[in-house]
């Protein structure tokens, strides 16, 4: 149970640091804005570019973590399968011991 609150911490960190890194690449620079409207007319069409890479990522880090958490999910479930069967397997060396079978 620890380690799952663990784990579900770390996902969480790496998670908020990647947001922290679009928030300050989202960020005005008031240093460069003088420049920026400059170039305003060159930069349009980069900045739709931009965001479409942006919005792609961010559904690629989507299905690949939802992919993970089936397939820790699936893990978990084999384990918690293997472990009810090895709970309800006949043990016969036991059985032969106490004389209940020949």
């Known amino acids: 149970m620890e380690a799952s609150i ?3 911490l770390q996902i969480l960190l790496i ?8 928030f300050s690449g989202l960020s005005d620079d008031s240093s460069s804005s003088k420049k920026k ?7 349009h069409g ?6 479409a890479i942006v919005c792609f990522a961010l559904l690629a880090v989507g299905l690949f973590s939802f992919f993970l ?3 820790y999910q699936k893990k978990k479930r084999e384990e918690q399968y293997a472990r009810l069967l090895k709970l309800f ?3 016969d060396e036991l059985e032969l011991e106490l004389g209940l079978r020949d």
């Not at 998670?15 to 679009?22: A, D, E, T």
């Not at 409207?37 to 930069?43: D, E, K, L, P, Q």
């Open 6 to 8: 663990r784990r579900s």
């Open 15 to 22: 998670f908020s640091s990647i947001s922290l890194q679009f």
């Open 37 to 43: 409207v400059a170039s305003h007319g060159t930069s």
């Open 46 to 51: 980069s900045t739709g570019t931009k965001v």
């Open 69 to 71: 958490f089936k397939l």
């Open 89 to 91: 397997e006949e043990d």
